[in-house]
């Protein structure tokens, strides 16, 4: 079966007026290297779930993204990042939540996957990190000016108590990847900052199995990115698995039908699905939504906006 990988770096993409030509190409080799750091694993013959924990790390590391090193701030000017990956040949899943420390959020998700646990928060998950040698980072690492003046800007918006402009840019973002390897296994991985400003201990939905991130070889894996209270009251993940198992929806159906209803009702985001058989969906309903593809060709594919993937 050929190996397929997706990803996305978050919904809520830079207005076109606000994207210089040079930030559009960072993002897109931003993009091109997490899915050739995934494809490298799928080419070689490894899983789906070692696929998407590769990618994600790519760009965790990258501070375009608000994952990692490029995640956004609490209100109280601290990070609390959450992670989360899920293995469809078996449902074993692993996540973290309000987090610092880990360089890679990411892989203390996959340290929790290979534990008894699904899901540690906080101080007892930084205790985890460190008991199962976990790599860690000082706070340094993840501070970039351009989160810290986000920040800055939304507190004292909130002190003058002015109409909220800000883009679906500014408000929230996550990176994730989902594939389906050679022996068409599918895996999902999700990891964020959260939203800027965001309540100290608030947690989204991309550790929440079912709501942002899923995966399950009956049906497809699901990476979500968005307003994560909203993907959390509804399900997502697991209502678009739902409908192709119980109503016999292809995964490009359902997510689509899915990702629309949660915009009636001021859901906004988007999500990365595929399923067994390789096919892939990347339904948003924002203004955009980074993300990419890359299959057995090896051609890494990406878009932004609304526009078709273009070979990178």
């Known amino acids: 079966m050929p190996a397929i990988l997706a990803i996305h770096g978050g919904a809520g993409t830079i207005p076109h007026v606000g994207m210089t030509p040079e930030m559009l190409e960072a993002h897109h080799a931003g993009l091109r290297r997490a899915l050739r750091a995934g494809h490298a694993i799928l080419a070689a013959g490894g899983t789906a779930l070692d ?9 965790e590391d990258d501070p375009l993204f608000n994952a990692g090193h490029g995640a956004v701030y609490t209100s109280a000017g601290k990070h609390e990042m959450d992670a989360a990956v899920m293995d469809g040949r078996n449902r074993n899943a692993g996540a973290v939540a309000g987090i610092i420390g880990p360089r890679n959020p990411v892989l203390a998700a996959r340290a929790v996957l290979s534990s008894e646990h699904v899901m540690l928060h906080g101080r007892g998950a930084e205790d ?22 986000a920040l800055q800007a939304e507190l004292e918006r909130r002190r003058q108590n002015a109409a909220d402009t800000r883009s679906d840019a500014d408000r929230h973002g ?19 900052g959260g939203m800027t400003a965001k309540a100290p201990g608030r947690i989204g939905d991309c550790p929440v199995f079912g709501a942002g991130t899923w995966a399950d070889n009956l049906t497809c894996a699901v ?31 359902a997510s689509a039908t899915v990702v629309d209803d949660l915009g009636v009702i001021g859901g906004n985001g988007g999500l990365i699905a595929v399923d067994a058989a390789g096919h892939v969906a990347l339904p948003f309903n924002s203004g955009g939504m980074y993300r990419g593809v890359i299959g057995t060709d090896g051609v890494a594919r990406t878009a932004v906006w609304r526009e078709a993937l273009q070979d990178g």
């Open 51 to 59: 696929a998407v924990t590769a990618a994600v790390m790519a760009l």
């Open 128 to 149: 985890f990190c460190r008991e199962h040698e976990v790599e860690c980072a000082p706070a340094a690492h993840f501070h970039t000016d351009r989160r810290w003046d």
């Open 174 to 192: 996550t990176v994730g990847a989902v594939a389906c390897d050679s022996g068409g296994n599918v895996a999902a991985a999700t990891s964020t």
């Open 223 to 253: 990476s979500a990115t968005g307003h994560g209270e909203y993907f959390i009251r509804y399900a997502v993940a697991h209502e678009i698995a739902s409908r192709m198992r119980y109503l016999g929806e292809t995964v490009e159906a």
